[in-house]
């Protein structure tokens, strides 16, 4: 048997082999070392600052300080909108051992709606424990019963805070409008930011409309805090801070309050407005035709803007907002009504223009009047019979068989186009906002709004009854103030406004809002505004004119119209029997006035809803108006 070979160990190729393995090693050593190393230089070197805000952060929690809102004032310095120290009932989840126990002791004091129960219960369980969380606004009573029983309620206490106020209450509540808490609507339309610490936002009128002028720039101040977020160090309590200021190493801003807004409201009149109402429905809008000056804006029945603020429960909403009598709704700007009479002026102006009249020229009414070849009556309003009218005579006693007539004679272009220029038929532009359009009909308009060929025809019947403010023709109270001031000042127009200026709320530097003057109408020659104008002061001077019993006595001239806007229409052979009809479906009244005629210096727009008539509901209401206004200017008529 051959030997078999022997293998020997080769130590040269081992070590060759243990040196690779070593250098291998070594070589991955050096580049987990390297790795190791930058990242030391990252986050010691490079990123160094970033990690100390981080580490800043966990140990200070910016606390938002909310602004003062500011101030509203009417045009002599009163005080429309202002900030009251309040008590606020408050919460600490981890205090209260049984919540819904806690919440119905509360409830049984008063202190909390009982509705609002399962509402107040997710706000306190979706803030952290510690957090203090607004139960209520309370008034110095409820903070008193509170008070003495405070030691039967662990984790609830009461603290001081600002809310709002509304001085006249439902006064001024459709023109200024209110604040109420912030809804997820107004959350995806605001700064959130800037609104951090906030929890009330304008919601209608002057308070919504320059939200941003009175909310004024959020502040804050640094809280040093623990882990667990609870606070050890509040500078708030160091009465250095003022401005931008830092207490021991903690950073503070105060916050910027709201500017200050002065309105063109005067509230003295607009408190006879709301009188002269009383428990009406109904809407009174002033201007001053020099300058578009909104001097009094009422809707009745109206709300307490205060009920908005200190927070509603949602039964009271509710009660609000299914009233049938709808106190929110602001018929001075959003009410459309037909409007009957008062614009038998601006048509008998537009008729002289274009010479579609002369003023003396006659027509006999004998009560109603047809069409020729049609058997449809038109009649005249209420019945009567005026026998010989010529224009001037036509508006002072409202003839409608004498518009009838004019309206034909006009055509519907040349009528539509009329009330137009006048500003019918389109939003006035007032600042704050919620106008509704209204409508001045014509065959366009009937084209545009009627789905059906057959009903987009136009019928002169549709034109004769435009011609006394009837039909399709809408208008809004602003709507009729703004033609009525346009017409005061021989056609130069201003766009109504509410804001006269503001005053900035650190400063107090008063920035003050010129006029904005509207194209004005310079189709009319002077002597046709003085014939319209002088036809409206026999209107409430002639012993015939609809207005004249209401304004006897009156020491200067007024230029006004009545007007009866009806509701539902009277068949031909049946006649309006008021007290057979349901108070809601009675007539509308209306006016339109300014005075003094030689010199106007206030313009108005009035309805009354169902009140069965201009010159017996809504003249009255002129009148009271009047008084005020030029009592509180010691006017002195001018002596013949």
């Known amino acids: 048997m051959a030997r078999s070979s022997l293998q020997f160990k080769d130590p ?11 250098i291998a090693a070594a070589i991955i050593v050096l580049l987990l070392a390297g790795v190791l190393v930058t990242r030391l230089v990252q986050l010691q070197i490079v990123d160094y600052q970033r990690f100390v805000d981080l580490s800043l952060g966990n140990r200070f929690r910016i606390q938002p300080l909310a602004p003062n809102r500011g101030i509203i004032y009417d045009r002599n310095g009163l005080v429309i909108a202002e900030n009251r120290p309040n008590w606020e009932l408050v919460a600490v989840g981890e205090e209260i051992d049984n919540l819904d126990r806690t919440l119905r002791q509360l409830e049984a004091l008063g202190l909390v709606d009982a509705s609002e129960h399962s509402n107040l219960r997710s706000l306190i369980r979706s803030h952290r424990g510690f957090e203090r969380v607004k139960l209520s606004n309370l008034t110095d009573e409820q903070a008193a019963k509170f008070a003495v029983r405070r030691h039967q309620f662990s984790g609830v206490d009461i603290q001081e805070a600002l809310a709002r106020y509304y001085p006249f209450g439902e006064a001024s509540a459709h023109a200024v409008g209110y604040v109420s808490s912030i809804s997820q609507t107004d959350l995806e339309r605001i700064d959130r930011s800037n609104y951090a610490g906030t929890s009330h936002i304008g919601k209608a009128g002057i308070e919504r409309a320059y939200e941003d002028r009175l909310h004024g720039q959020v502040g804050y101040r640094q809280q040093v805090v623990n882990a667990q977020g609870r606070v050890l160090f509040d500078p708030a309590g160091d009465g250095r801070v003022r401005g931008s200021s830092e207490v021991n190493g903690v950073e503070t801003k105060s916050p910027v309050p709201g500017d200050n807004v002065v309105l ?30 909104v001097l009094a804006l009422v809707s009745t029945p109206a709300f307490d803007p205060n009920r908005f603020a200190e927070g509603m429960s949602r039964g009271d909403y509710v009660a609000l907002t299914t009233d049938p009598d709808k106190p929110l709704y602001n018929r001075a700007l959003a009410g459309v009504y037909p409007p009957g009479s008062t614009v038998k002026p601006f048509i008998a102006l537009t008729a002289l223009q274009h010479e579609s009249v002369i003023p003396d020229h006659e027509v006999y009414c004998p009560g109603e009047w047809r069409l020729p070849g049609q058997t449809h009556r038109y009649r005249e309003g209420r019945g009567g019979v005026h026998g010989k009218v010529d224009l001037h005579t036509a508006i002072v006693r409202s003839c409608d068989v004498y518009f009838y007539q004019l309206a034909i004679a006009m055509g519907i272009d040349n009528l539509a186009s009329g009330l137009t220029a006048f500003g019918f038929g389109a939003p006035t532009g007032l600042d704050i906002g919620g106008e509704q359009s209204g409508i001045v009909p014509s065959p366009e308009w009937k084209k545009n709004n009627f789905s059906r060929r057959e009903d987009q025809i136009w019928f002169p019947g549709e034109t004769v009854i435009t011609g006394i403010g009837q039909g399709y023709m809408l208008v809004t109270p602003i709507q009729l103030a703004s033609a009525g001031a346009t017409l005061a000042a021989r056609g130069t127009r201003f766009e109504p406004r509410l ?20 194209p004005s109408i310079e189709d009319h020659a002077p002597e046709d505004y003085q014939f319209v104008t002088d036809a409206m002061v026999g209107v ?38 008021e007290e057979d009809i349901d108070e809601r479906l009675r007539d509308h009244g209306l006016f339109v006035a300014f005075a003094p005629a030689d010199n106007p210096r206030i313009a108005l727009g009035i309805v009354v809803e169902n009140g069965g008539g201009g010159s017996r509901a809504a003249a ?9 206004f030029f009592a509180a200017e010691n006017y002195v008529a001018r002596e013949p």
């Open 12 to 22: 040269w190729q081992e070590q060759r082999l243990f040196l690779s393995r070593i």
């Open 264 to 293: 063109t409201l005067d509230m003295k009149l607009q408190l006879a407005a709301q009188e002269a109402l009383q428990d009406m429905r109904g809407a009174v809008v002033a201007i001053d035709p020099r300058n578009g000056d």
């Open 499 to 518: 804001l006269l200026g503001t005053e900035n709320g650190l400063t107090g530097e008063m920035s003050w809002v010129e006029p904005i003057a509207l």
């Open 540 to 577: 409430t001077r002639d012993t015939k004119g609809t207005a004249h019993t209401q304004m006897q006595g009156i020491q200067f001239e007024v230029a006004g119209k009545t007007g009866t806007a009806q509701v539902i229409g009277i068949a031909q052979d049946e006649k309006y029997r």
């Open 620 to 628: 009255p209401v002129a009148r009271k108006v009047l008084d005020a």
